[in-house]
């Protein structure tokens, strides 16, 4: 397994940079995900590798993206997020990219907080906060299946209800939103 692995290690490497790893930090990230997947390698490998012998390159993309997280909060460092999502042209951001962004979240935000105070509080918690499915976990005292189920459930309900929204948004139709 970590032979395959270790073929595609730069890769890995640049895909921590990508998800807001400071330089610094990619090598050490990269190898933390390497001894979590061995330590874990039973219950993981047919997720892990396919069955063509090829790395499932979406379980590395989550699971080097976790550590990332998971290592920048034990560090102290917090990366601010928003800045690898906005494009700028010529230094100067698009005012109304920003505000059509705005009112997307905002819409997102409002159906959230209508489905009562359980479900919006788990919506937001995991959305908008760095604290993965585990986290609010262990502090909860909700188990982690149930968490995953009502994410996943909420991801769907958000995507049906936004997807004109979002490609709009996609397509710079700003003035759809």
């Known amino acids: 397994m970590l032979e395959l692995l270790s073929l ?13 790893c400071p330089e ?3 090598e050490d990230v990269v190898q933390e995900v390497y001894i979590r997947l061995y330590k874990y390698r039973d219950s993981i490998y047919d ?3 396919l069955p063509d012998d090829e790395v499932n390159t979406f379980y590395m993309f989550v699971s080097i993206r976790n550590m990332v997280r998971t290592i920048m909060k034990l560090e102290g460092v917090y990366i601010n997020y928003e800045e690898f999502y906005y494009e700028e ?3 100067v951001p698009d005012l109304d990219m920003e505000e059509a962004f705005g009112r ?3 819409k997102m935000r409002n159906e959230a907080n209508s489905w009562g105070r359980y479900h919006s509080k788990l919506f937001n918690v995991y959305y908008m906060t760095d ?3 585990r986290d609010i976990a262990s502090g909860t005292g909700i188990s982690l299946t149930h968490i995953y189920n009502n994410l996943k459930e909420y991801k769907k309900i958000i995507i049906d209800k936004y997807k004109e929204d979002y490609e709009d948004f996609k397509n710079q139709d700003y003035d759809k939103l």
Do not use: C, P
């Open 47 to 49: 997720k892990l590798i």
């Open 131 to 133: 604290f993965s499915m």
């Open 104 to 106: 997307l979240i905002t």
């Open 8 to 20: 595609r290690h730069q890769e890995w490497i640049t895909m921590a940079r990508a998800v807001g």
């Open 89 to 91: 042209s010529n230094d």
């Open 24 to 26: 610094f930090y990619a």
